[in-house]
């Protein structure tokens, strides 16, 4: 009966654990063809350009299925260090801001590429920024999929029609990578600090909603900041409502 239970056990944790990896790749992939219809068609005879009008959207629906998730399954009931968690929900809105404008300059294939060696800067920033140390094997992991992933890309990239990558699109997603690299390091000391503040609890950490609240709630601020600075909010607002289907 012991054995029949756990081997049910570990089918179930299996079968969520195929579930999520389906559907992080699916949403992923919807993303990504819907990111690029954003940035590379014409609406008007022209370019959609207002990328931190599109992050404080993004960010503010996010923040909108966390309070949900809240709201359904409740909190950890830990304390988390808001502050710090702030800081990498900015960092991480910037990486993304840095990589969706180097879209206008890039080809996707492009950016795609770029963004494939994250795992590399999210390493460092974990060792120089959050005091974290890493196996050989860790090491041997990210080398694998960074260069199978670069592949992968190369290969697909070389099917397509040559584009042209402009300079300054290249230093977006090398100044991505960087924010990239940032954003793990202070991930790092999140978790870090979230057990200094909770010492009677073991393992603490805030629950994956409240990570996802303050983490795009911190964003959707910056970004709006941003996207008044900038202007975008109002030429955004302004796109949507002349072209519909860029709204959609």
Known sequence: MVSSSSSSSSLAK???CAFAVVGIFAAFSYFAI????????TYGGARFAATFFVLTVERGVNVVFALCGIATFGGSGVRTPKGEIFKSGASQMLAMAAS???LRYVSYPTQVLGKSCKMVPVIVGGLVLGGRTF?????????????????????ADSTKSAGSDSAYGLLLIGLSLVMDAVTG???????????ALNPRTPNAKPSVYESMLYTNLSGTVVALV??????????GLSACMKHPALAR
């Open 100 to 102: 969706n404008e180097a």
């Open 14 to 16: 299996s079968a969520r």
């Open 135 to 155: 196996t050989m094997a860790q090491y041997a992991q990210v080398a694998f999929v960074t260069l199978g992933v670069a592949l992968f890309n190369l290969a």
């Open 34 to 41: 819907a990111q690029e219809d954003v940035y590379k068609k």
């Open 185 to 195: 390091g202070l991930q790092d000391r999140v978790k870090k600090t979230t057990k």
């Open 226 to 235: 941003l996207a008044l600075w900038t202007n975008q909010l109002t030429t």
